[in-house]
Structure formats: structure tokens, C-alpha cells
């Protein structure tokens, strides 16, 4: 409990000090495409110097692959905490979600491959939404084909949060013939690998930091995750539980960050050269 209030109160300091500083400048300058590739902007790669330096990536790992071994309660209080200062960039950090799905259900070769560079400060992705299929993935058409025992992937996925991250989980069909989710396989994708470009960055009214990616796979070689056909019914189901614990403490810290703002303002505003009525009865 005691490293937990520690790691809390150093997400907290980096919070205040250098993420929501960072907000506003990231919001206006947004992240750039160039050639295929992301980059993010001058904020946002400040804001993951300062989380990487401070050891709070792989967070949830196994210290044998250089995570800090916590349960999944305090680093969503953390992602709480991080949305408050800048809902854009918890999703980009909150991405390290993909590491537990790799954890839970690659094999330990790939597990020691990918999961210490994600402590160390490697992004993620999660490839699922393609132009026709989002709400419906079963209707996912990425194609994954397998020649001489090495899997490559063509084709599409859209709307991909750090689309251009470091180690992707990817949702794609293997099982040529099927048109539903027992076809579909998940695979890793490693950026090293330069064989999918970024088409597109969506210009979005909110979030802006986090770049939300059209991206284009071309013969791109990656890795099966667990079994065959267990894709969608089976890893993106558990990537997902652990998404939307993430995506509700972001949820939380944005209403927290609004609620004080608004109260704020509520306090310091007079008209009629009087408080505004009530303000004051929210004092903390
Ligand atoms: C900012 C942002 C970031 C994202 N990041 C990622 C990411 O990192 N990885 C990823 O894979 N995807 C990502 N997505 C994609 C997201 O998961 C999809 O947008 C979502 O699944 C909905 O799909 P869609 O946009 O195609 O909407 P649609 O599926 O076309 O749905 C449109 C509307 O119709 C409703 N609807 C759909 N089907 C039915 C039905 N049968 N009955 C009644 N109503 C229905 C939906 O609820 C919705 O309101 C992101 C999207 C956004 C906006």
C-alpha cells in the first residue's frame, strides 16, 4: 500500500507539473503526419519522457519483465489522475492495456520479447475498427494469410489510437471462407517491421493530442497471439474489459477536472457586485 501512495503521489506531481501545463500547447499544435509517420506533438513527447523516466509504463507487469507489479486498482486511480491534467494523452499512455492482453495470452517467448520494451517506454496500439466494421467487428476483413509458416497481414483499420505505436495488437480474418468472429485471429505487430503506413490522422473536436490513425497494412509480417480463431470471442473480449475500466476513470477525471473549473469560475464571478448566488455553499 505504501509504493502504491508513492507511485500515486509521483503520477500526481508529473500531473500538475508537466502534463497539464502541457495541455494547452498540445491541443492547439496537435500531432503531425509525415511520410506515413506520426509525431506527436513537442507536449505530448515531454509528457512520455517524463512517464517513461519515472518508471510508470508496464505498470501493471511483472517485475521480471520491468513492471511495477500492481494490481489493476491504483493505476486506474492513476489514469484518473493523468485524464484530469489531459484527457488526450491518457490514451496514449492508458494503451499499455495491450501489454496485459500479450501477457495474459502469448507465449513466453513473445511475452519476454515484447513486454519489457513496453516498460521501457514503447507504445501501443489496439487495430480492431476497420471503414465497415466498428460496432460489428465480427465483420472485420483484414486479411491474415500464412505463408511458410510466417503470417502477413493486408489491408485496412481505422479510427486506431496511436495507430503508429510500437507494438500493435491486431484483429484480422485468418480463416479464409468465414464471415464471422470465429474467424477472426489476433497477431502482434511490431513497428520495426515498417510494413504499415499511416494514411490519415483524424481531425477530432476533443482529445486532439491522441492521434486517431487510417492505416494501411501492406504484406505486413506479424506475429499469431494464442490460437487461431479465439481473435475476437476470446483476447479482444478481455483487451476490451480492461479498455473500458480505462476509459471510465478518463471519463472520471474529465468530470473531475470540469466540475472544479466550473466551481471555480462559479466563485470568483460577482454580478450586481455580489458572488453568485449558492457559489459560495460548494466550498471544499
Ligand atoms: C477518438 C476515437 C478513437 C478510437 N480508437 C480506436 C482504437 O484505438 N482502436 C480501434 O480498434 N477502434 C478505435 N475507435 C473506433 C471505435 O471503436 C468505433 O468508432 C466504434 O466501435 C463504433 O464504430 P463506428 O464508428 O463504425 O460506428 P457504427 O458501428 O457505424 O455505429 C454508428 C451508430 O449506430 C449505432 N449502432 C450500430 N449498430 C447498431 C445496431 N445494430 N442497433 C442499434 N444501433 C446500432 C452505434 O451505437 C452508433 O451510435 C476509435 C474511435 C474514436 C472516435
Not at 201 to 210: A, D
Not at 256 to 270: M, P, S
Amino acid at each position: 500500500m505504501d509504493s502504491y501512495d508513492k507511485v500515486l503521489e509521483i503520477v500526481g506531481d508529473i500531473s500538475a507539473n508537466t502534463i497539464a501545463p502541457n495541455a494547452e500547447g498540445v491541443d492547439a499544435e496537435g500531432p503531425k503526419l509525415e511520410n506515413g509517420r506520426v509525431y506527436y506533438a513537442d507536449g505530448t513527447q515531454k509528457n512520455l519522457d517524463a512517464i517513461v523516466q519515472a518508471g510508470l509504463m508496464g505498470i501493471t507487469l511483472p517485475r521480471k519483465y520491468d513492471g511495477l507489479n500492481f494490481p489493476i486498482v491504483p493505476y486506474i486511480m492513476a489514469a484518473d489522475i493523468v485524464s484530469r491534467a489531459d484527457a488526450g494523452f491518457v490514451n496514449i499512455w492508458g494503451l499499455q492495456d495491450c501489454a496485459e492482453t500479450i501477457h495474459e495470452f502469448a507465449d513466453e517467448e513473445q511475452q519476454a520479447k515484447y513486454l519489457p520494451r513496453i516498460s521501457k517506454g514503447e507504445t501501443a496500439a489496439m487495430d480492431l475498427t476497420e471503414p465497415d466494421a466498428g460496432s460489428d467487428l465480427q465483420a472485420v476483413q483484414l486479411k491474415a494469410t500464412l505463408i511458410d509458416g510466417q503470417w502477413y497481414l493486408n489491408g485496412v483499420k481505422r479510427f486506431i489510437t496511436n495507430g503508429d505505436g510500437h507494438i500493435s495488437l491486431v484483429l484480422a480474418r485468418s480463416e479464409e471462407g468465414t464471415s464471422d468472429g470465429r474467424g477472426l485471429s489476433m497477431f502482434i505487430y511490431d513497428k520495426n517491421s515498417n510494413a504499415v503506413t499511416v494514411r490519415r490522422i483524424e481531425h477530432k473536436l476533443g482529445i486532439i493530442g491522441s492521434p486517431t490513425c487510417e492505416l494501411v497494412f501492406k504484406n505486413a509480417p506479424v506475429e499469431l497471439v494464442g490460437q487461431r480463431k479465439l481473435g475476437l470471442i476470446k483476447y479482444v473480449m478481455a483487451l476490451m474489459n480492461g479498455a473500458r475500466l480505462g476509459i471510465a476513470a478518463q471519463s472520471v477525471g474529465i468530470a473531475e477536472a470540469a466540475y472544479r473549473e466550473a466551481l471555480a469560475y462559479a466563485q470568483e464571478r460577482k454580478q450586481f457586485e455580489v458572488p453568485l448566488p449558492g457559489s459560495l455553499l460548494y466550498l471544499k
